[in-house]
């Protein structure tokens, strides 16, 4: 997933509030696997609608 250019892809922006440890977590997390952390976000969110009956999700949000 690209660094930047989110909307032209069908992405939405959302803020939403999260614990200092959790955020300093993604950020480090991110920059050692080379993703941002929407990707690490997408996918988690993703995951956890999955597990437990949620929306049916894509990867792509153009499909």
């Not at 989110?6 to 300093?24: F, P």
């Amino acid at each position: 997933m690209p660094r930047r250019g989110y909307r032209r892809l069908g992405y939405r922006g959302v803020y939403v509030y999260l614990a200092r440890d959790i955020h300093t977590a993604l950020v480090l997390k991110a920059l050692n696997e080379g993703r941002t952390i929407s990707d690490i976000i997408n996918e988690a969110l993703e995951e956890y609608l999955e597990r437990h009956g949620g929306i049916q999700t894509t990867s792509n949000p153009n499909s």
